[in-house]
């Protein structure tokens, strides 16, 4: 096996999936490792936005008919006390007219698929362990069972997801740095009726300040999960699982969406990174991608179009650097400031929007304006999708 690759790409999620499938594209001597065999469950809601979708079909990285994908038209707000907020997508052709729910199995072993077909070479099974960097290059240790090789890259792309070891090991980076950390817990359930395809989210009193939501996968299975961010947890008053069964309780006593489910696995919970980052995790070639940098928006909890995004613009620096033989430290630092750009005034709007909506009265008073005007429910649903 070769050991010096220009690019070493860690994690096959959406953000690295598409790094390496862009990278492999532009030429580049790309290698994608991860530590899982795919395809494999991924706990997540499994909805693409609409800029998600729109993400997708511009880097050719998915047609519509090649994955077995749910269409949603819109979205709907439902608090305890208030009519609840429809609102379809209408974006006049800047984006597609509909939101795309695709199991992450599914949907993080096609992008894989699609590196493969670029000409990506992909090491699955193997975990790294850490990063060195060396004078000319970057060292990656990897290792499987007793097996640990050493591979050598120019730039290595850590798309780790909500996994930062990796970071912490090269780059001293812990979950406080970070603009916010949430939790959630979502499952999949069998409903007794077809559930209207909408985004759900769920703003209820008795589970306040948590957010519920639900997803349709198709007619009668749904993506049901509920978070909070972690420092939320004291007025939450119960556990992750206790949350989702109390809000499956509460839909089902309400028969809105359904009077009856079925469970169809146990329900799985995750850390969520985001908001981006307090602290400089670009260094030397060494560039955090996707959830690993942040890049989830701290409003909704949705991080696979900032994957998407990031890794695509990952790609562009990348290519762009290596092929005129520019310094990794370069590199980096167009990579910060292109992320930056991209990414950080919104990031720091929805952190500073989330905390507000942490109050039931602006909640409430914020749906029933959205109630009054459908103008105001556009441009909502517009920063709702964001990512």
Known sequence: MKTFYECIVIGAGPAGSTAATLLARNGIDTLLIDKENFP??????DCLTPTAVKSLLDESLLKIDEINGYKLKGLKIITSDLQTNTTDFDFKGAYPGYALVVRRKELDHHLLKKAEEAGCRVLLGFEVKKINEKEKFLEVVIKKDEEELILESKIVVVATGNSIQILKNSLNVSYKDYGAVGVAVRAYYETDSMVEPYMHI???????????????VSERIINAGIGFYIDEKKYVGRSLSNSLDLFIKILSQRKEIFSKVRPIEKPKSLKILMGGTNKDIFRNGILACGEAAGLVNPFTGEGMGFAIRSGSILAKVVSYGLSRKLSTSEITRIYKDEINKEFATYMRSALILKRVASSKIVTKGVVYLLNRSKRLSQFNIKHWIKG
């Open 202 to 216: 769920f703003a209820l009193n008795e589970t306040w300040p948590a957010m519920g939501w639900v997803f349709p």
């Open 40 to 45: 494999r469950e991924k706990v997540c809601g």
